[in-house]
C-alpha cells in the first residue's frame, strides 16, 4: 500500500486533502484511481486508511475510513559527526530506515566539514530524505534532522544522563546488559578519522561507555548502520 505523510493542516471533516506534489504522484505516477486506498500518517502517531475520491491534475482528495493510533515506546538519537557531504544523504536514509529517531550532525576534532558550511537549504533536503525514507519503510514518524554548532563536551554533558554511547575501537561488545531497557538511547559517531582521544577522555568522564561493533576497522556511515542493526535485537 502507498504511504503519505500529511499534515494536520491537510485534514479536513475527515477529508484527506493531499497536496500538489502528492497529487500529481497519485494521478499521474502512480496512476491510481478513484476507489483506490492509501495509508497516510500525520507524524503525531496518527496512522489512516484512505479512500481516494477526487483526482484531478491539481488536487487530489481521500476520505478516511479507519485509523490507529500507535505511541512510540523507545527514542533513538544519533550523534553524527561532519563527514563528506556525499555521504550523508545515505546516511539519514539508511538510518531512518532502520529506525532512529533524531539525527544530529556536529562536528569533531577530525571533521572534514565544519558546520558553518551547513545552511538552511541542506537541512530542509535533509529533512525530505528523512520524510521520503519513513513513508518508504513504513514509518509512523519522520526523524528530526538537526545540526548542533556547540562545542563537543557541550553535546556530550547533555547526553550524559541519558542511554548514551559512544562508538571506540577499544570499548565494550554491545550487549542487552549494557542498555538496561533504556528507552533512550543516544549514540555518538566520530568522522573519518575517529574521534581524538582528548573527545574520548570527555566522554569516559561524563560516564558515557564506550563501545565496539565489530573487530573490523568500519567507516563512519558504516558504523552507525551497524549500530542501529544490533541495537534493535536488543530493544525490540
Not at 565494550?172 to 531497557?181: D, F, G, N, Y
Request: charged fraction near 25%; hydrophobic fraction near 45%; aromatic fraction near 10%.
Amino acid at each position: 500500500m502507498h504511504r503519505f505523510i500529511l499534515r494536520n493542516k491537510h485534514i479536513r471533516n475527515k477529508t484527506i486533502v493531499f497536496n500538489e506534489e502528492q497529487s500529481h504522484k497519485i494521478s499521474k505516477v502512480l496512476r491510481m484511481a478513484v476507489g483506490d486506498i492509501v495509508e497516510v500518517f500525520d507524524n503525531s502517531g496518527w496512522v489512516y486508511e484512505v479512500e481516494l475520491f477526487k483526482l484531478t491534475n491539481e488536487i487530489a482528495l481521500g476520505k478516511i475510513v479507519s485509523q490507529k493510533l500507535i505511541e512510540k515506546t523507545s527514542h533513538i538519537t544519533l550523534f553524527q559527526s561532519l563527514i563528506k557531504l556525499t555521504k550523508i544523504d545515505f546516511i539519514i536514509e539508511k538510518s531512518v530506515e532502520l529506525g532512529v529517531d533524531k539525527i544530529v550532525f556536529f562536528r569533531s576534532e577530525y571533521s572534514q566539514i565544519n558546520t558553518k558550511w551547513i545552511h538552511h537549504k541542506h537541512l530542509s533536503r535533509w529533512q525530505r530524505i528523512a520524510e521520503s525514507a519513513a513513508e518508504q519503510s513504513g514509518r509512523v514518524f519522520v526523524p528530526q534532522i538537526m545540526v548542533d554548532v556547540r562545542k563537543f563536551d557541550d553535546i556530550m554533558s547533555e547526553s550524559a544522563d541519558t542511554g548514551a554511547f559512544i562508538l571506540d575501537p577499544d570499548g565494550e561488545v554491545l550487549s542487552s546488559k549494557l542498555l538496561k531497557h533504556s528507552l533512550h538511547i543516544c549514540f555518538f559517531v566520530g568522522p573519518e578519522g575517529g574521534f581524538s582521544h582528548q573527545e574520548i577522555n570527555i566522554a569516559e568522564k561524563l560516564g558515557i561507555r564506550k563501545i565496539k561493533l565489530s573487530n573490523n576497522i568500519l567507516r563512519s556511515e558504516t558504523a552507525s548502520l551497524a549500530f542501529l542493526s544490533q541495537i534493535f535485537l536488543f530493544i525490540n
